[in-house]
Protein backbone atom coordinates (compact mmCIF):
# COMPACT_ATOMS: atom_id res chain seq x y z
CA UNK A 1 0.00 0.00 0.00
CA UNK A 2 2.91 2.47 -0.40
CA UNK A 3 1.73 3.76 -3.61
CA UNK A 4 -2.11 4.24 -2.32
CA UNK A 5 -0.52 6.16 0.53
CA UNK A 6 1.75 8.02 -2.10
CA UNK A 7 -1.39 9.28 -4.32
CA UNK A 8 -3.27 10.06 -1.02
CA UNK A 9 -1.32 12.31 -0.34
CA UNK A 10 -0.74 14.07 -3.10
CA UNK A 11 -4.75 14.41 -3.30
CA UNK A 12 -4.55 15.78 0.23
CA UNK A 13 -1.70 17.84 -0.25
CA UNK A 14 -3.86 19.38 -3.64
CA UNK A 15 -7.09 19.73 -1.86
CA UNK A 16 -5.95 21.51 1.57
CA UNK A 17 -3.53 23.89 -0.67
CA UNK A 18 -6.03 24.82 -3.41
CA UNK A 19 -8.65 25.08 -0.24
CA UNK A 20 -5.69 27.40 1.36
CA UNK A 21 -5.65 29.87 -0.98
CA UNK A 22 -9.35 29.61 -1.68
CA UNK A 23 -9.91 31.25 1.96
CA UNK A 24 -6.74 33.31 1.88
CA UNK A 25 -6.91 35.15 -1.42
CA UNK A 26 -7.47 38.74 -1.75
CA UNK A 27 -8.50 38.20 -5.48
CA UNK A 28 -12.32 36.81 -5.99
CA UNK A 29 -11.64 35.26 -9.33
CA UNK A 30 -8.14 33.31 -8.23
CA UNK A 31 -10.20 32.13 -5.51
CA UNK A 32 -12.95 31.12 -7.81
CA UNK A 33 -10.35 28.72 -10.13
CA UNK A 34 -8.55 27.31 -7.06
CA UNK A 35 -11.25 26.27 -6.35
CA UNK A 36 -11.41 24.04 -9.35
CA UNK A 37 -8.59 22.07 -7.87
CA UNK A 38 -10.15 21.39 -4.53
CA UNK A 39 -13.03 19.69 -6.44
CA UNK A 40 -10.56 17.76 -8.31
CA UNK A 41 -8.85 16.58 -5.24
CA UNK A 42 -11.29 15.44 -3.58
CA UNK A 43 -12.94 13.72 -6.30
CA UNK A 44 -9.45 11.82 -6.62
CA UNK A 45 -9.60 10.94 -3.11
CA UNK A 46 -13.42 9.40 -4.01
CA UNK A 47 -11.91 7.10 -6.29
CA UNK A 48 -8.99 5.88 -3.72
CA UNK A 49 -11.74 5.32 -1.67
CA UNK A 50 -12.92 2.78 -4.11
CA UNK A 51 -16.39 5.47 -5.16
CA UNK A 52 -15.82 5.70 -8.79
CA UNK A 53 -19.45 7.31 -9.48
CA UNK A 54 -18.83 9.10 -6.87
CA UNK A 55 -15.69 10.57 -8.29
CA UNK A 56 -17.38 10.95 -11.67
CA UNK A 57 -20.29 12.81 -10.24
CA UNK A 58 -17.99 15.51 -8.43
CA UNK A 59 -16.10 16.16 -11.68
CA UNK A 60 -18.90 16.60 -13.53
CA UNK A 61 -21.86 18.61 -11.38
CA UNK A 62 -19.11 19.55 -9.28
CA UNK A 63 -16.22 21.30 -11.72
CA UNK A 64 -18.39 21.19 -14.52
CA UNK A 65 -21.40 23.20 -13.15
CA UNK A 66 -21.39 24.62 -9.73
CA UNK A 67 -17.95 25.69 -10.52
CA UNK A 68 -18.85 27.65 -14.10
CA UNK A 69 -22.37 29.02 -12.12
CA UNK A 70 -19.89 30.50 -9.40
CA UNK A 71 -17.36 32.09 -11.80
CA UNK A 72 -20.50 33.33 -13.93
CA UNK A 73 -22.03 34.94 -10.24
CA UNK A 74 -18.12 36.42 -9.95
CA UNK A 75 -17.87 37.90 -13.76
CA UNK A 76 -21.69 39.13 -13.81
CA UNK A 77 -21.59 41.10 -10.15
CA UNK A 78 -20.31 44.48 -11.31
CA UNK A 79 -18.20 45.92 -8.80
CA UNK A 80 -16.87 42.78 -7.04
CA UNK A 81 -13.73 42.50 -9.05
CA UNK A 82 -11.71 45.26 -8.46
CA UNK A 83 -12.66 45.11 -4.91
CA UNK A 84 -10.23 43.72 -2.60
CA UNK A 85 -12.05 41.05 -0.11
CA UNK A 86 -11.55 41.53 3.70
CA UNK A 87 -10.45 38.29 4.92
CA UNK A 88 -10.21 39.93 8.69
CA UNK A 89 -11.11 38.50 11.82
CA UNK A 90 -14.79 39.13 12.49
CA UNK A 91 -17.59 37.44 15.00
CA UNK A 92 -14.27 35.58 17.10
CA UNK A 93 -15.85 34.60 19.92
CA UNK A 94 -18.67 32.48 18.24
CA UNK A 95 -16.30 31.34 15.69
CA UNK A 96 -13.81 29.86 18.59
CA UNK A 97 -15.96 28.22 19.90
CA UNK A 98 -17.68 26.43 16.74
CA UNK A 99 -13.93 26.01 15.53
CA UNK A 100 -13.34 24.28 18.82
CA UNK A 101 -16.15 22.07 19.04
CA UNK A 102 -15.12 20.37 15.47
CA UNK A 103 -11.43 20.54 16.27
CA UNK A 104 -12.85 17.96 19.13
CA UNK A 105 -15.11 16.05 17.17
CA UNK A 106 -11.93 15.13 14.82
CA UNK A 107 -9.72 14.72 17.23
CA UNK A 108 -12.49 12.16 18.40
CA UNK A 109 -12.09 10.78 15.01
CA UNK A 110 -8.49 10.93 14.97
CA UNK A 111 -7.37 9.12 17.95
CA UNK A 112 -10.30 6.30 17.85
CA UNK A 113 -9.06 3.31 16.54
CA UNK A 114 -10.76 2.51 13.82
CA UNK A 115 -8.08 1.23 12.03
CA UNK A 116 -8.59 -2.03 13.55
CA UNK A 117 -12.05 -2.16 13.16
CA UNK A 118 -13.22 -4.94 11.17
CA UNK A 119 -14.61 -3.75 8.47
CA UNK A 120 -15.78 -6.20 5.63
CA UNK A 121 -13.18 -7.10 2.64
CA UNK A 122 -14.79 -4.65 0.01
CA UNK A 123 -15.42 -6.82 -2.79
CA UNK A 124 -17.55 -4.18 -5.18
CA UNK A 125 -15.04 -3.23 -8.22
CA UNK A 126 -17.22 -0.29 -9.69
CA UNK A 127 -20.29 1.20 -8.10
CA UNK A 128 -21.93 2.63 -10.87
CA UNK A 129 -23.58 -0.83 -12.22
CA UNK A 130 -24.57 -1.80 -8.67
CA UNK A 131 -26.06 1.68 -8.56
CA UNK A 132 -27.86 1.52 -11.73
CA UNK A 133 -29.49 -1.92 -10.52
CA UNK A 134 -31.01 -0.40 -7.49
CA UNK A 135 -32.16 2.32 -9.03
CA UNK A 136 -34.45 0.53 -11.94
CA UNK A 137 -34.98 -2.06 -9.44
CA UNK A 138 -35.76 -1.13 -5.51
CA UNK A 139 -35.65 2.23 -5.91
CA UNK A 140 -37.43 3.39 -8.83
CA UNK A 141 -39.85 5.28 -7.06
CA UNK A 142 -37.05 7.37 -5.35
CA UNK A 143 -35.38 7.68 -8.74
CA UNK A 144 -39.09 9.70 -10.71
CA UNK A 145 -39.50 11.20 -7.76
CA UNK A 146 -35.64 12.91 -8.26
CA UNK A 147 -36.75 13.90 -11.74
CA UNK A 148 -40.02 15.94 -10.48
CA UNK A 149 -37.22 17.51 -8.09
CA UNK A 150 -35.23 18.32 -10.80
CA UNK A 151 -38.14 19.56 -12.47
CA UNK A 152 -39.17 21.70 -9.51
CA UNK A 153 -35.53 23.00 -9.52
CA UNK A 154 -35.00 24.28 -13.04
CA UNK A 155 -38.66 26.04 -12.83
CA UNK A 156 -38.07 27.49 -9.71
CA UNK A 157 -34.90 28.76 -10.82
CA UNK A 158 -35.61 30.22 -14.13
CA UNK A 159 -38.35 31.85 -12.37
CA UNK A 160 -36.07 33.33 -9.76
CA UNK A 161 -33.22 34.37 -11.91
CA UNK A 162 -35.44 35.80 -14.92
CA UNK A 163 -34.67 39.37 -15.56
CA UNK A 164 -38.06 40.37 -16.54
CA UNK A 165 -41.12 38.05 -14.90
CA UNK B 1 -11.14 -0.13 -10.42
CA UNK B 2 -8.54 1.36 -9.43
CA UNK B 3 -6.03 0.08 -11.91
CA UNK B 4 -8.33 1.62 -14.34
CA UNK B 5 -8.39 4.97 -12.50
CA UNK B 6 -4.85 4.47 -12.63
CA UNK B 7 -5.23 4.50 -16.19
CA UNK B 8 -6.62 8.02 -16.30
CA UNK B 9 -4.33 8.96 -13.57
CA UNK B 10 -1.03 8.23 -16.08
CA UNK B 11 -2.62 10.42 -18.22
CA UNK B 12 -3.15 13.18 -15.92
CA UNK B 13 0.92 13.15 -14.71
CA UNK B 14 1.36 12.70 -18.29
CA UNK B 15 -0.59 16.24 -19.13
CA UNK B 16 0.77 17.68 -16.03
CA UNK B 17 4.58 16.80 -17.47
CA UNK B 18 3.84 17.34 -21.16
CA UNK B 19 2.85 21.34 -20.15
CA UNK B 20 5.29 22.05 -17.82
CA UNK B 21 8.33 20.24 -20.13
CA UNK B 22 7.29 22.48 -22.79
CA UNK B 23 7.37 25.48 -20.92
CA UNK B 24 10.33 24.57 -18.86
CA UNK B 25 12.48 23.69 -22.27
CA UNK B 26 11.51 26.63 -24.14
CA UNK B 27 12.57 28.80 -20.82
CA UNK B 28 15.70 26.83 -20.84
CA UNK B 29 16.20 27.83 -24.69
CA UNK B 30 14.60 30.89 -24.91
CA UNK B 31 16.56 34.72 -25.09
CA UNK B 32 15.59 37.04 -22.22
CA UNK B 33 15.55 40.31 -23.01
CA UNK B 34 12.49 42.42 -21.18
CA UNK B 35 11.23 45.49 -21.27
CA UNK B 36 8.07 47.13 -19.91
CA UNK B 37 6.29 47.01 -23.09
CA UNK B 38 6.60 43.30 -23.67
CA UNK B 39 3.90 43.43 -20.55
CA UNK B 40 1.54 45.41 -21.66
CA UNK B 41 -1.55 44.20 -23.95
CA UNK B 42 -1.91 44.23 -27.47
CA UNK B 43 -5.14 45.97 -28.59
CA UNK B 44 -4.91 46.52 -32.42
CA UNK B 45 -1.70 49.35 -31.44
CA UNK B 46 -4.48 51.14 -29.64
CA UNK B 47 -3.27 52.09 -25.96
CA UNK B 48 -5.37 49.59 -23.63
CA UNK B 49 -7.47 51.22 -21.19
CA UNK B 50 -9.49 50.07 -18.53
CA UNK B 51 -9.27 46.18 -16.88
CA UNK B 52 -9.54 43.43 -19.19
CA UNK B 53 -12.28 42.17 -16.95
CA UNK B 54 -15.60 43.08 -17.90
CA UNK B 55 -19.48 42.52 -16.41
CA UNK B 56 -20.97 40.27 -18.44
CA UNK B 57 -24.80 39.55 -19.83
CA UNK B 58 -26.85 38.44 -16.58
CA UNK B 59 -28.90 35.80 -18.91
CA UNK B 60 -25.52 33.87 -18.99
CA UNK B 61 -26.33 33.25 -15.43
CA UNK B 62 -29.76 31.36 -16.17
CA UNK B 63 -28.57 29.38 -18.83
CA UNK B 64 -25.85 28.15 -16.74
CA UNK B 65 -28.60 27.21 -14.15
CA UNK B 66 -30.43 25.67 -16.96
CA UNK B 67 -27.37 23.20 -17.85
CA UNK B 68 -26.81 22.37 -14.39
CA UNK B 69 -30.04 20.62 -14.01
CA UNK B 70 -29.71 19.19 -16.95
CA UNK B 71 -25.89 17.69 -15.79
CA UNK B 72 -27.36 15.90 -13.02
CA UNK B 73 -29.83 14.51 -15.13
CA UNK B 74 -26.92 12.93 -17.40
CA UNK B 75 -25.59 11.65 -13.96
CA UNK B 76 -28.63 9.87 -13.28
CA UNK B 77 -27.93 8.19 -17.22
CA UNK B 78 -24.57 6.74 -16.57
CA UNK B 79 -25.94 4.10 -14.00
CA UNK B 80 -28.94 3.18 -16.28
CA UNK B 81 -27.02 2.80 -19.05
CA UNK B 82 -24.57 0.20 -17.79
CA UNK B 83 -27.81 -2.15 -16.47
CA UNK B 84 -30.28 -0.94 -19.51
CA UNK B 85 -29.63 -4.04 -21.75
CA UNK B 86 -29.91 -6.53 -19.10
CA UNK B 87 -33.63 -4.81 -17.69
CA UNK B 88 -34.28 -4.61 -21.10
CA UNK B 89 -38.04 -2.64 -22.18
CA UNK B 90 -38.97 -2.38 -18.92
CA UNK B 91 -35.64 -0.27 -17.82
CA UNK B 92 -36.35 2.23 -21.16
CA UNK B 93 -39.76 3.11 -20.12
CA UNK B 94 -38.58 3.89 -16.76
CA UNK B 95 -35.78 6.15 -18.10
CA UNK B 96 -38.33 7.78 -20.93
CA UNK B 97 -40.45 8.77 -17.47
CA UNK B 98 -37.74 10.51 -16.05
CA UNK B 99 -36.94 12.20 -19.30
CA UNK B 100 -40.28 13.66 -20.00
CA UNK B 101 -40.94 14.85 -16.46
CA UNK B 102 -38.08 16.82 -17.23
CA UNK B 103 -38.74 17.25 -20.88
CA UNK B 104 -41.68 19.68 -19.25
CA UNK B 105 -39.05 21.81 -17.47
CA UNK B 106 -37.14 22.18 -20.86
CA UNK B 107 -40.41 22.83 -22.21
CA UNK B 108 -41.34 25.34 -20.12
CA UNK B 109 -38.27 27.66 -20.01
CA UNK B 110 -38.38 27.49 -23.92
CA UNK B 111 -41.99 28.46 -23.90
CA UNK B 112 -40.99 31.56 -21.18
CA UNK B 113 -38.41 32.54 -23.58
CA UNK B 114 -35.18 31.79 -21.04
CA UNK B 115 -33.22 30.10 -24.08
CA UNK B 116 -33.82 33.12 -26.23
CA UNK B 117 -30.81 35.51 -26.02
CA UNK B 118 -30.81 39.02 -25.39
CA UNK B 119 -31.19 41.15 -28.54
CA UNK B 120 -29.65 44.67 -28.35
CA UNK B 121 -32.42 47.11 -28.38
CA UNK B 122 -30.48 49.69 -30.76
CA UNK B 123 -32.35 53.17 -30.21
CA UNK B 124 -32.92 54.65 -33.75
CA UNK B 125 -32.51 58.33 -33.60
CA UNK B 126 -36.26 59.55 -33.97
CA UNK B 127 -36.47 62.77 -35.60
CA UNK B 128 -38.26 65.86 -33.35
CA UNK B 129 -39.28 69.09 -35.13
CA UNK B 130 -36.52 71.44 -35.11
CA UNK B 131 -34.20 69.69 -32.36
CA UNK B 132 -30.70 69.28 -33.81
CA UNK B 133 -31.41 70.34 -36.56
CA UNK B 134 -28.87 73.66 -37.49
CA UNK B 135 -31.14 76.83 -37.82
CA UNK B 136 -31.10 77.31 -41.13
CA UNK B 137 -32.52 74.37 -42.29
CA UNK B 138 -34.82 74.67 -40.03
CA UNK B 139 -35.62 78.04 -42.08
CA UNK B 140 -35.40 76.16 -45.36
CA UNK B 141 -37.80 73.82 -44.50
CA UNK B 142 -40.61 76.17 -43.06
CA UNK B 143 -39.90 78.20 -46.52
CA UNK B 144 -40.61 74.79 -48.09
CA UNK B 145 -44.14 73.98 -46.34
Known amino acids: MELFDIVFYVFAL ?29 AGIYVLLRADFLAVTQILIYVGGILVLMLFGVMLTNKVINVKIKTGTMQAWPAGIAVSILAGLLAGVFYSN ?14 THLLGEMLMTSYLLPFEIA ?19 | MLTEFGRVFIFLILGVVFVAGGLVFSWLIRPNRPYPSKLTTYECGEEPIGDTRVRFNIRFYVVALIFLIFDVEVVFLFPWATVFK ?21 AYVWRKGDLDWDRPTP ?8 IGVREDHLMEEEVAL
Open chain 1, 114 to 127: WKDAQLPASTVDAT
Open chain 1, 147 to 165: SVVLLVALIGAALIARRNR
Open chain 2, 123 to 130: KVPKYERG
Open chain 1, 14 to 42: ITLGSACVVVFSKNIVHAAFSLLFTFFGV
Open chain 2, 86 to 106: GLGWFAFFEMMVFLVILFVGY
